[in-house]
């Protein structure tokens, strides 16, 4: 097999009605992430987990040959719908795939929708959603440029309009739509819900989320960084190194068993598990 080298990628954009998202790593087989240069240009990201297993993905990954992690810049002209994913546990109620995630801003000054008021109950969720006055039962917070929010999952979330944001995610992409702001999709008719789904999906215990600077969780490792010229990744047997360098709008992934100096200056997103 070829040797593994720092791995940049084509773009990979995905359009909605609210905006759109370029899946900057993907391993997700729904949308996998193709190599742009070297020897392993035009393989996918999906296919070299698989080849390479740890050697890519590190011994922390939970499946070697599965690249964990899926990571986004989603781009929010309009509201997205008030969303809930499964967790371990409430995966086994509902099916998809678990997904627990976070938010760096990277800009705009729209509001952002992460979590329900304090004393929420489920009826109260169903009787809003139906009524219309869901946006009454949600926390609101204003993004800021560097804020950064952990998104659990279970817990109902919304990136409101001009809102442009770093997201670090499992590798999922199951959804379930509680609520969608009253609007109608391309054909006219309002888009699907999926109300009984999320009712189970919802953990009506997790508080409202701060906002934070540095995320460690189960999951993954994030923190931001300042460079000046040049970012040295050492090489990790434990796990990759995912590298979005802010101002140039790029990504680099380094494989769990590489080392790379990175040209780039100034703040740097740096994501292991």
């Not at 739509?177 to 953990?203: C, F, N």
């Not at 979005?244 to 680099?252: L, M, P, Q």
């Not at 080392?259 to 780039?264: E, G, K, S």
Request: net charge negative; proline share 7%.
């Amino acid at each position: 097999m070829e040797k593994l080298y720092p791995l940049t990628f084509r773009p990979n954009i995905h359009t909605a009605l609210w905006g759109c998202e370029s899946w900057e790593i993907s391993g997700h087989p729904s949308s996998p992430s193709v190599v742009a240069a070297g020897a392993l240009a035009g393989r996918t990201l999906e296919e070299l987990a698989s080849a390479y297993g740890a050697a890519l993905t590190g011994t922390k990954a939970p499946a070697p040959t599965r690249f964990p992690l899926l990571f986004k810049v989603i781009d929010a002209r309009d509201r997205l719908s008030v969303q809930v994913h499964p967790n371990e546990a409430t995966r086994a109620l509902t099916g998809g795939e678990p997904k627990t995630e976070m938010w760096h801003v990277l800009g705009g000054k729209g509001p952002i929708f992460a979590g329900l008021k304090p004393g929420t109950t489920p009826a109260r969720v169903e009787e809003d959603v139906r009524t219309g006055r869901f946006e009454e039962t949600l926390a609101r917070h204003d993004a800021r440029e560097g804020m950064t929010l952990f998104i659990p999952g279970g817990l109902v979330h919304a990136i409101g309009e001009d809102v442009r944001i770093y997201e670090v995610q499992q590798s999922s992409n199951t959804t379930y739509r509680l609520y969608d702001w009253g609007r109608v999709g391309a054909d006219g008719m309002p888009r699907q819900l999926h109300v009984a789904e999320s009712l189970k999906t919802i953990d009506f215990s997790l508080p409202v989320p701060e906002a934070r600077g540095d995320v460690s969780c189960e999951f993954f490792s994030f923190r931001s960084v300042l460079a000046q010229g040049e970012l040295e990744v050492a090489p990790d047997p434990a796990t990759f190194t995912a590298v979005y360098i802010v101002n140039e709008n790029r990504s680099v992934l380094v494989p769990a068993g590489c080392a790379a100096r990175i040209a780039c200056s100034g703040k740097v997103l740096v994501t292991t598990l």
